[in-house]
């Protein structure tokens, strides 16, 4: 397989699998990691989502050279309804996801942790938008998540170069987290995956889902949007009665994601 999906303890694992490639996507890749994703979507019984992948190299290269890219000049065309969904583009993911960054993460790679809400880094992880080497530009919101994330200097820096940066710059300019030597990075992972397990199911997805959508609003249109999200929290989820009532009672929660 060339994607890797499990599920335990409420995490949803996603790993590229094609390690000979530096875990370039492919489209059969592709195709499976978005069905994967609307699995974990669906699945009332996962919360949260790690995506890393195969080895100690690399997250992702990107889109395949060699068969991806002649697939999308040819069939996808600019056709965005062509294209598998994923949260690049396409699918909304409300659930928190963690990206594991094992390695390069270069092109659609940085694409893809760029999509997730949690970057961690392992020490030798790069980060790059270098399809301007290859006489194209970012498709799949780089251009449009990069500069929302970082200074727009050094994500121009890295659109317009196609030079990669460091796990430690990309620290610095907050792209990531949290930068750790890469036999510690799973467990780092996981340790986010479960402080956020800790906290309301549906009231993550509903933060999440206000920032994101809060993005390409106005402040007041924002306002509004998450006062709307608010009040469904509060007024129709049990997870609200459980979250205050363990607090009177001095006890944790058990959320129902209900
Ligand atoms: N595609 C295909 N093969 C790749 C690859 C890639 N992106 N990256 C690496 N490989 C393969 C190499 O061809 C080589 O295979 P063999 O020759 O052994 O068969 C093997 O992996 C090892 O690579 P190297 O020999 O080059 O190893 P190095 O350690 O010297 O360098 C590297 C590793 C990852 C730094 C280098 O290979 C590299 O620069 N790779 C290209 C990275 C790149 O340019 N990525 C951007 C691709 S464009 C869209 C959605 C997505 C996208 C666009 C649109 N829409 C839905 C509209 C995304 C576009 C991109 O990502």
Partial sequence: MALLYEKRDRIAYFTINRPEAYNAMDPETLQELSQALIDFRD???VWVGIITGAGDKAFCAGADIKTMLPYMREVVKGETWREPPTPMRGLELW???????NG???GGGTEIALACDIRIAAENARFGQPEVKLGIIPGWGGTQRLPRHIPYAIAAQMILTGEPISAQDAY???LVNEVVPLPQLMA???KWANKILEVG???ARAGKEAMLMGTSMTLEEGLRYELMLFDNCISHTEDAQEGINAFIEKRKPQWRAK
């Fill in 201 to 203: 199911p549906l009231a």
């Fill in 172 to 174: 610095r300019v907050g």
């Fill in 95 to 101: 659930k928190p996801m963690i990206a594991a960054v």
């Fill in 104 to 106: 390069v993460a270069l």
């Fill in 43 to 45: 699945d009332d019984g």
């Fill in 188 to 190: 780092t992972a996981e």
